[in-house]
């Protein structure tokens, strides 16, 4: 059983920054995708950020271009997203997913999820 932890969220001013690490458990981390998903209240859970299993190629919504980074470091199991620049509009529970494929924006390519972190960004 794959588990996927994330941790990092909190309270932010607008402007700042925030780094999300997702913890896998198991062995086979290094062989699957990873992408980051978020989730506004009363909003559907939306793309954020994948990246491939070497880390070599990634892939950024439109709206976090430029201000987020993907990274992993796969001796130690982890998935990060660095968040800078951050708005109001990124106020949402973060989630980490696993995915079989090469790098996806697709939900339902992710088999695997964590179970959130809330990230809030003030005015």
């Known amino acids: 059983q794959v588990q996927l932890v994330e941790s990092g969220g909190g309270l932010v001013q607008a402007g700042g920054s925030l780094r999300l690490s997702c913890a896998a458990s198991g062995r086979t981390f290094s062989n699957y995708a990873m992408g980051w998903f978020r989730q506004a209240s009363g909003k559907e859970r939306e793309f954020v950020a994948a990246i491939s299993r070497s880390g070599a190629i990634t892939s950024y919504a439109d709206s976090v271009k430029g201000r987020f980074t993907i990274s992993r470091d796969n001796a130690k199991n982890t998935v990060y997203l660095q968040m800078n620049s951050l708005k109001p509009e990124d106020t949402a529970v973060y989630y980490c997913?696993?995915?079989?494929?090469?790098?996806?924006?697709?939900?339902?390519?992710?088999?695997?999820w964590g179970q959130g972190t809330q990230v809030t960004v003030s005015s």
């Open positions: 997913a696993r995915s079989s494929a090469v790098v996806t924006r697709t939900r339902r390519e992710y088999d695997y």
